[in-house]
């Protein structure tokens, strides 16, 4: 049983180089009608030439480099920071010392994360408005500085570079 299998899957091997060469040959019927055979229809019937098959080759497989880390940009969470008044330089009259500070950030504020308002190197506001009231300020010039701090205090992004003069 296993011996006649065999026999016959040799003898199909053997005969598929015969299969591939076949010719083709293309005929017309009386109604005009275009037919396709590998038999002659008539024996002045001329095998039609094929172009060569069309051999797939697939692109090599890229390369992957697991040696070295691909370098990372820096995680950017804040597009834009800055302090929006009192402008630089710019002077604030109030005589109880009140004012306002206006902060810009793009895109809002992140989950956990505050902003941090400081004078002359001292924290005045903490909080997560943008705009921030601020008492008792003296009169003079002062240098103002923000930061926004993660939850574990540590400094995101800051802006500063603020100089006001407050005229009481």
């Known amino acids: 049983m296993i011996t006649k299998v065999l026999t016959r899957l040799l003898l199909v091997l053997l005969l598929i180089p015969f299969a591939v060469g076949a010719q083709i040959y293309k005929w017309k019927d009386k109604d005009g009608k275009v037919h396709y055979s590998d ?34 940009e820096p995680y950017k969470a804040y597009q834009t920071f800055k302090i929006a008044s009192p402008q630089n ?13 206006s902060l810009q950030v793009s895109p809002g504020l992140k989950s956990g994360h505050e902003l941090v308002v400081m004078i002359d190197g001292k924290q005045v506001a903490k909080g997560k408005s943008t705009s921030i009231s601020v008492s008792n300020v003296d009169r003079g010039t002062h240098s103002l500085s923000a930061k926004i701090i993660d939850a574990s205090g540590k400094t995101v992004v800051s802006a500063g570079g603020v100089t006001f003069h407050m005229k009481r």
């Open 39 to 72: 038999q002659p229809q008539k024996n002045t019937d001329k095998p039609i030439d094929l172009p060569e098959s069309m051999i797939y080759k697939a692109p090599p497989k890229p390369r992957i480099n697991l040696d070295k880390p691909k370098k990372r």
């Open 89 to 101: 330089d710019g002077t604030v009259r109030s005589a109880p010392g009140n004012m306002t500070v």
